[in-house]
């Protein structure tokens, strides 16, 4: 797991379909080869978690449960 700043600019964010309008708790998520990375939609220059594509299926496989 990365924590630390993406520089990739070429990423396309999808924000959660879960997401309210009131702009509550809200992530973006964007894949690139073998790696996910997950933002807070409200601090698009914020931090960037990185995690490998077979970790996050993991957990969306939890998240899911």
Not at 20 to 47: I, L, M, N
């Amino acid at each position: 797991m990365n924590t630390a700043r993406t520089t990739e600019s070429a990423l396309l964010w999808s924000k959660s379909s879960y997401s309210g309008a009131e702009g509550g708790q809200c992530v973006e998520v964007a894949e690139s080869p073998g790696t996910v990375h997950v933002r807070d939609s409200k601090q698009t220059d914020g931090p960037v978690l990185t995690v490998g594509a077979r970790a996050w299926s993991g957990f969306l496989g939890l998240a899911a449960g």
